[in-house]
T-cell receptor, first 113, second 115 residues
Framework: GQQVMQIPQYQHVQEGEDFTTYCNSSTTLSNIQWYKQRPGGHPVFLIQLVKSGEVKKQKRLTFQFGEAKKNSSLHITATQTTDVGTYFCAGPAFNFGNEKLTFGTGTRLTIIP | DAGVIQSPRHEVTEMGQEVTLRCKPISGHDYLFWYRQTMMRGLELLIYFNNNVPIDDSGMPEDRFSAKMPNASFSTLKIQPSEPRDSAVYFC?????????????FGPGTRLTVT
């Protein structure tokens, strides 16, 4: 079945350092979404990417969709304590419409003050 | 808008008991999703509905799990009988469903502990 893997599983960084999580799908995706889940919270939508090679920025966050539309990345510049949480990518489930998502395994980011 | 509402927020029950989790989606959203999250298995989709009709329940672990959506503003996920391995956080989410790509809005979750 379709698999969406993320690496690394965990990342501990000093505050101010950069952070990157990578998302890889076993199937080509029509689009990809990113969500953030704070500790003890629920996933919250961040952004969606649709086009091959697309790059979008939200302040210190940069999201990229691969040329082959099978991978994506999220890069955070100069991390802050508010960035703590687990970051998930999600893509449409294979053979379903865009409404059904397969979530990645997640990358948990912790910040050392 | 109040967002997706789930109840209870925490549930502790003994093995063999029936558990019912409740969800109120965002008004006007056509899709409703039930997820389960554990450390071992991550975020898994259990079942989802479109306009109150179940579309895909392939993620439901076994017959002990059932879900209903009697109307557009209410859904339940029932586990009967519950087992310790059902301990997890259960999220309900909804999406608008009117655009080609829609984000999902998650509720706060129900943390279930089965002893």
């Amino acid at each position: 079945g379709q698999q969406v893997m993320q690496i690394p599983q965990y990342q501990h960084v000093q505050e101010g350092e950069d952070f990157t999580t990578y998302c890889n799908s076993s199937t080509t995706l029509s689009n990809i979404q990113w969500y953030k889940q704070r500790p003890g919270g629920h996933p919250v939508f961040l952004i969606q990417l649709v086009k091959s090679g697309e790059v979008k920025k939200q302040k210190r966050l940069t999201f990229q969709f691969g040329e082959a539309k099978k991978n994506s990345s999220l890069h955070i510049t100069a991390t802050q304590t508010t960035d703590v949480g687990t970051y998930f990518c999600a893509g449409p489930a294979f053979n379903f419409g865009n409404e059904k998502l397969t979530f990645g395994t997640g990358t948990r980011l912790t910040i050392i003050p | 808008d109040a967002g997706v509402i789930q109840s209870p927020r925490h549930e502790v029950t003994e093995m063999g008991q029936e558990v019912t989790l409740r969800c109120k989606p965002i008004s006007g959203h056509d899709y409703l999703f039930w997820y389960r999250q554990t450390m071992m298995r991550g975020l898994e989709l259990l079942i989802y509905f479109n306009n109150n009709v179940p579309i895909d329940d392939s993620g439901m672990p076994e017959d002990r799990f059932s879900a209903k959506m009697p109307n557009a503003s209410f859904s339940t996920l029932k586990i009967q009988p519950s087992e310790p391995r059902d301990s997890a956080v259960y999220f309900c989410a909804s999406s608008l469903g009117r655009r080609e790509i829609d984000e999902q809005y998650f509720g706060p979750g129900t943390r279930l502990t089965v002893t």
